[in-house]
C-alpha cells in the first residue's frame, strides 16, 4: 500500500515538471517548492550500471566536500596510547579502547562515524554485526582505519561523506542544507559525483551512472541531466 502524501507535498509536486532539470534548475526548484519550517537536506539518489553482487563491481569510497554538509557528525575514535591524545586534540566526540567497544556491544550507538587504528582492528571486528548493519563499520577503503587518526576526524567533522551502493544498484547520499546558497550546493554535488566516477570498477561496462535525481527531506525528486553535473 502506498504511503499517502498530504496537501502541501501534492502542491510541489505539481511543481515538478516531468523533465530533466540542470542541477542549477533543480536546486533553484527545491528552494521555490519548500513547504517545512526546518532546514532540509539535499538528497542525491543515483542509479549505477553495475552489479553488486559481484565483488569487483562494489561501488564504495568517501568524499570531503568543499562546502561541508551542513551537519556536524559525532565520532567515535577507538585507539589506544598517543592516539588517544591525538583523537581528543582533533575533536573527536568519544576516545576509548577496549572498554568502548564494550560499550558499543552492548546497544550504546550514539555516533555517526567510527575511526580506528588498524592495531585495533582485531578487538572492533568483534562489533560487525553492530555496526555493519548501519553501515559504521571501520574500513581501509573509507579511510576510517588509519593511523592518521588527526586527519580522519577532521575530515569527517568538516564534511567528509562515505557512499556505497545497495542491493540494487542504487546510491543515496546527503550533500548539503537546503539554505546554502545554490552555486555552494551545486559544488558540493559536482564533487559527490565526480569522486562517484573515479570509483567506477575496471570491470564495470556500458553506462555507468544511468540516473540523478535530487530531492530535499520533504520534497518530491527533480531529474537532474547528467551532463550538467559532468557525466558524459
Not at 502524501?5 to 517548492?33: T, W
Not at 550500471?49 to 570531503?64: A, F, I, L, N, Y
Amino acid at each position: 500500500m502506498s504511503k499517502k502524501r498530504g496537501k502541501k507535498y501534492q502542491n510541489a509536486l505539481r511543481e515538478v515538471e516531468p523533465r530533466e532539470y540542470s542541477i542549477e534548475e533543480a536546486i533553484e526548484l527545491l528552494k521555490k517548492i519548500k513547504y517545512s519550517k526546518f532546514d532540509e537536506s539535499v538528497d542525491l539518489a543515483l542509479k549505477l550500471g553495475v552489479d553488486p553482487k559481484r565483488s569487483d563491481q562494489m561501488v564504495r569510497g568517501t568524499v570531503v566536500l568543499p562546502n561541508g554538509t551542513g551537519k556536524t557528525k559525532r565520532v567515535v575514535v577507538i585507539a589506544s596510547g598517543e592516539k588517544v591524545k591525538e583523537a581528543e586534540s582533533a575533536g573527536a566526540d568519544f576516545v576509548g579502547g577496549e572498554e568502548l567497544i564494550e560499550k558499543i556491544s552492548k546497544g550504546w550507538l550514539d555516533f555517526e562515524a567510527v575511526v580506528t587504528t588498524p592495531d585495533m582492528m582485531k578487538s572492533v571486528s568483534k562489533l560487525g554485526k553492530v555496526l555493519g548493519a548501519r553501515g559504521l563499520m571501520p574500513s581501509p577503503k573509507t579511510g576510517t582505519v588509519t593511523f592518521e587518526i588527526a586527519k580522519a576526524v577532521k575530515e569527517i567533522k568538516s564534511g567528509r561523506v562515505e557512499f556505497r551502493i545497495d542491493k540494487s544498484a542504487n546510491l543515496h547520499a546527503s550533500v548539503a542544507k537546503l539554505s546554502f546558497p545554490t552555486d555552494k550546493i551545486v559544488e558540493n554535488v559536482k564533487a559527490f559525483i565526480e569522486a562517484v566516477l573515479k570509483a567506477k570498477p575496471p570491470s564495470s561496462r556500458g553506462k555507468y551512472i544511468q540516473s540523478l535525481y535530487v530531492s530535499s527531506t520533504m520534497s518530491p525528486s527533480v531529474k537532474v541531466s547528467l551532463s550538467s553535473v559532468g557525466v558524459k
